[in-house]
């Protein structure tokens, strides 16, 4: 059977297999994730809220910066509304990139459909990501009663589950470039730690990037994160739907690494049980 034969049989007839092992393994990964762990699932909310933390101080206590950014809020949302996309991204990537390396013994040995281990590792982020999201909902009551920031519930709120789809499609893109290209070249995994911890500088995670005409302006305005993480704020914090032309650019890239990653790693998967 060629290669053509198998990735046209399996795109849509094998979807019922995957449909029901993704629960399976979401939930084996997050069983091994938080098994002997005193905070278990804690520690989906502690990462972003101690990082929230961490910048609150630097911004707000060491430099006065919070007024310098221009941030017109209280900083703590801010970066706090940052670091929840973020870390889910983050997170999901750092998982994917060693998810078919980890799982070589069910790779070589049992035939299913194999992005099911990158789709996981962003499935049990993704768990992650919404119990975050609760801490951030009582973060936004915490200031507005306390008269710091006013909250208006307003129509942009139900435009979250978009820019929420928005950032799975690019995330499990990435995901499964980064678990096949790992798989092929082991090198791939510490390449990555470096730039993901980079990238989130030029992110807009927990300071607003410059928006001129300058160089290095148009240069971070290709990073479709930039204007993910701005939905998530203007959407929960600013009141108002995302800016059209910088989202639509965001889901135009994330729909492209979805359908370049998906048709690459069905297009290399026979190969998968030689290289582990």
């Known amino acids: ?36 762990s005193l905070l278990g699932v804690g520690w989906a909310v502690l990462l972003p809220f101690s990082m929230m933390l961490l910048f609150t101080f630097v911004f ?17 949302l801010y970066a706090f509304a940052g670091l929840v996309p973020w870390t889910f991204f983050s997170s999901s990537l750092s998982n994917c990139v060693n998810s078919l390396v980890a799982n070589r013994n069910l790779v070589t040995k049992v035939y299913f459909p194999r992005e099911v281990f990158p789709l996981s590792c962003v499935a049990s982020a993704l768990v992650d990501f919404v119990i975050a999201m609760t801490v951030m909902i009582g973060l936004m009551a915490y200031f507005h009663f306390r008269g710091d920031w006013p909250f208006t519930p307003t129509r942009a709120l139900l435009f979250l589950p978009v820019v929420l789809i928005v950032q799975i499609a690019l995330t499990v893109g990435l995901g ?21 911890q980079l990238w989130m500088f030029v992110s807009a995670v927990v300071v607003p990037l410059p928006r001129d005409d300058s160089f290095w302006a148009n240069v971070f ?4 994160l930039i204007p993910i993480i701005t939905a998530y704020r203007d959407c929960l914090l600013n009141g108002h739907f995302p800016d059209g032309g910088g989202f639509s650019y965001a889901g135009l890239v994330a729909l492209l690494f979805l359908i370049f990653g998906w048709i690459s790693f069905r297009r290399a998967a026979f190969r998968f049980a030689e290289c582990i």
């Open 176 to 196: 499964m470039i980064l678990a096949m290209a790992n798989l092929f070249y082991r090198d791939v995994r510490q390449l990555f730690a470096v730039v993901i």
């Open 221 to 224: 305005a290709l990073n479709p």
């Open 60 to 76: 707000t206590r060491a430099i006065d910066g919070a007024s310098l950014l221009g941030v017109k809020m209280p900083y703590p």
């Open 1 to 36: 059977m060629t290669v053509r034969a198998v990735g046209k049989n399996t795109l849509f007839s094998e979807l019922p297999r995957l449909r029901a092992l993704l629960p399976v393994l979401t939930w084996r990964d997050l069983r091994v994730r938080y098994k002997q």
